[in-house]
């Protein structure tokens, strides 16, 4: 029994709940419901708990508060992928409300994870159910109900996980996405092995990481019939606005209740970041210019983007360069002329930094003018500290950020209360999106006009990766094996197959229905020339208005990545 939590008791269920998810991510990462090599949740929560248990492995913390403040810190920055934000949001909320405590008893215990749940609830106001927000918070629930009557800690957290399993379990059923795969919440089961490791901490049952338990028979996505969910609303729009008036954030939260939904809203002493979907994107943009100016902007036609068909350019202006321009020099498509380097010493007006794999495409985005570059990507998402040290080292105190990964996204918004810089995130899903986001920018323009344009240059981008199955699986109908080559368009499977030019043909007839006037084929590290010129000789004959070029990107996990704009 234990009545009592104190710090070295807090740091040790830290350790053990790092352990516990360590030894199960091979397990939490066949629940991913699509099969290319990624940076998986089971990955991303485990090297986010792994930050707080190297924080805290060699320290002996006097107070609980201190122990738990540490983990926050710890988690915060080594937070990767947006399953690892969600964890340091939950740890976050716990250490908040121990601040002040030497120990905690069972009832203190359990309001601290429910005040974690509640915590990460404030960044998002219409939740699907389904999720690790679910799970956590039914344990959360359950946990301090048990601990109205119980004293010992060991028991409430017992309770918790029994009922957390019962709403993981349920997950399968409120989450359709997860219904159609057949499996039950990645993050939401992630999270029990922390708890669980926790627990037996408090039991002396001390764990050490060792080989991925994946266990045999062990639930997998079957990736079966995915049709695309009806559309409400049209737009999805994303922004961060400065906190420069009074009005509370309260009042931009009715706002946007009233006028769409998927409302997520995080909101501290400096900025308010805002994801929603809706049909008066420019309603709710000049709503939000009235708590400050406008730092970063995303509008998406989500209609569009399912349906596959290019956004028209009413606006009658001339359109950015495309990554066309980066082929060799030619009399059709010239050499980007290479970026100058301030002096020693000297401060440029904004700094870029960007995420990027394959020596060719960090050349790329260095001849375009990117300061530092943070070595990964699908398969490695940086933390959020890996993120905030090359912002720091920018010689700039504006920075902008290009994640080039959907799944780096939110690690890269987290460093923006952790600087004194002005942090701009420019929310790039892929590295041809960042390619063409660099092109836009124009060092002569404003930092507000920049993200304007950058932010409209990665919309006119479409790309396709092709890849390979990491596991077998059966999705939209095809029957993937490991090894099999896929072609994604916006991670939406185009075709499979056993050779790569056999993809070709139906990337092709895709991108076609865009009626592109670039195509950018950038070669990764382990194709031939050979074949690239084969794939470029298939592209131009399925797309002959497009300027097609090719560029030498290297990078691994995409054979191609295949822009078009």
Do not use: W
């Not at 501290?268 to 709503?287: A, F, M, Q, R």
């Not at 700094?351 to 990507?377: H, Q, T, W």
């Amino acid at each position: 029994m234990t009545h009592q939590i104190t710090g070295a008791l807090f740091r040790d269920m830290i350790l053990n709940g790092a352990a516990a998810i360590d030894n199960h991510k091979g397990e939490i990462n066949e629940l991913n419901v699509f099969p290319v090599p990624d940076g998986d949740t089971g990955t991303n929560m485990s090297l986010t708990m792994s930050a707080g248990a190297a924080a805290l492995r060699d320290l002996t913390p006097e107070t609980i508060g201190k122990a738990a403040e540490i983990t926050a810190g710890a988690l915060l920055r080594g937070a990767r992928g947006n399953s690892g934000v969600i964890l340091s949001l939950l740890f976050r909320g716990i250490a908040r409300h121990l601040k002040d405590l030497e120990t905690a008893d069972a009832s203190e215990f359990a309001h601290a994870i429910s005040y974690g749940v509640d915590s990460a609830y404030k960044a998002v106001m219409k939740p699907s159910e389904g999720t690790i927000l679910t799970v956590s918070r039914q344990a959360a629930s359950a946990a301090v109900t048990k601990a109205e009557y119980v004293g010992d800690i060991e028991a409430v957290l017992d309770h918790a996980l029994k009922i957390g399993h019962e709403a993981l379990a349920n997950t399968i059923n409120q989450n359709p996405v997860l219904k159609r795969a057949g499996v039950v919440d990645a993050g939401g089961k992630g999270y029990l092995y922390i708890l669980d490791g926790m627990l037996k901490a408090l039991r002396g049952e001390m764990l050490t990481a060792g080989p991925d338990s994946t266990a045999a028979g062990a639930e997998k996505a079957d990736f079966a019939s995915f049709d695309t969910d009806e559309i409400t609303f049209t737009y999805c729009t994303e922004f961060i606005v400065s906190r420069q008036t009074r009005k509370e954030p309260s009042l931009l939260r009715s706002f946007l209740d009233k006028r769409g939904d998927s409302i997520v809203m995080v909101d501290d002493d400096e900025i308010i970041k805002v994801h929603v979907h809706s049909n008066e994107p420019g309603v709710i943009l000049t709503e939000a210019l009235t708590y400050g100016p406008l730092i970063t902007i995303k509008i998406e036609n989500m209609r569009e983007q399912h349906t596959g068909k290019i956004i028209e350019n009413t606006g009658g202006e001339k359109p950015a360069a495309s990554p066309a321009a980066l082929a060799p020099a030619s009399e059709s498509a010239p050499a980007p002329a290479e970026a100058v380097p301030p002096a020693p010493g000297e401060e440029k007006e904004f700094g870029v930094v960007a995420v990027c794999a394959g020596d060719g495409m960090g050349s790329v985005f260095r001849d375009l003018g990117v300061d530092n570059i943070i070595v990964g990507g699908q398969t490695m998402n940086p933390s959020t500290e890996d993120i905030l040290k090359q912002i720091e080292a920018a010689p700039s105190k504006t920075v902008f950020v290009l994640p080039n990964n959907k799944n780096i996204v939110m690690a890269a918004q987290q460093c923006i209360p952790l600087t004194d810089k002005k942090v701009i995130v420019i929310p790039s899903k892929t590295m041809p999106q960042g390619i063409s986001a660099m092109i836009a920018m124009d060092t002569g323009a404003s930092i507000e006009e920049n993200t304007a344009s950058m932010m409209e240059a990665i919309g006119r981008v479409h790309t396709v990766q092709i890849t390979y199955a990491a596991r077998d699986s059966v999705f939209d109908g095809h029957e993937i094996h490991a090894g099999d080559y896929l072609a994604l368009l916006e991670d939406a499977l185009i075709a499979t197959g056993r050779d790569t030019i056999e993809l070709v043909d139906s990337v092709a007839k895709s991108l076609a229905g865009f009626t592109p006037e670039f195509v950018t084929i950038f070669s990764g590290a382990d194709v031939d020339e050979e074949t690239t010129a084969e794939v470029h000789k298939r592209l131009a004959k399925a797309i002959p208005d497009a300027e097609i070029s090719v560029v030498n990107g290297g990078q691994p996990v995409y054979y191609y990545l295949i822009a078009a704009e």
